[in-house]
């Protein structure tokens, strides 16, 4: 067994088929675990608030509560969890009002697994040098 903890991701977009793809890429990974799902931000915070996951993938285009609210929310509630923004969009206005509530970095929802696994290990060891 490995010393080194599991990453804990919570995965947050309201596409159910694009939510599943992700959860079976990142259980491919063996330091990383995914402790949830949810589909809208109001599911992310409430979430967030129960299990504090290291790292939130977050889709900021969302109903009932968008992604850049609850990562204003969660930042703020929860500084120690990093907030990755997952989107199909390049618009600077999003940008930079997602950077403004704190997401630790974007990726477009096209991009590789790979890429996936390092943002979220790179956010996570952020998160350590800032405990």
């Known amino acids: 067994m490995s010393s ?7 995965l947050v977009d309201d596409n159910d088929v694009l939510r599943s793809g992700l959860v079976v890429l990142i259980d491919t990974f063996d330091d990383l675990e995914l402790v949830g799902e ?7 915070v409430e979430f967030c608030a129960r299990v504090q996951p ?3 993938l977050m889709d900021l285009k969302m109903p ?6 609850a990562t204003k929310i969660i930042t703020e509630r929860f500084p120690s969890i990093q907030v990755i923004a997952l989107t199909s969009f390049e618009e600077e206005p999003l940008f930079r009002s997602a950077k403004e509530a704190g997401v630790y970095s974007f990726l477009l929802k096209n ?3 790979d890429t996936i696994a390092n943002t979220i290990r790179s956010a996570y060891a952020k998160r350590n040098r800032t405990l």
């Open 38 to 44: 949810a589909s809208t931000g109001v599911e992310a």
């Open 64 to 69: 009932v509560m968008d992604g850049v609210t």
């Open 111 to 113: 991009v590789n697994i």
């Open 54 to 56: 290291d790292i939130v």
């Open 4 to 10: 080194n903890p599991k990453i804990r991701v919570l």
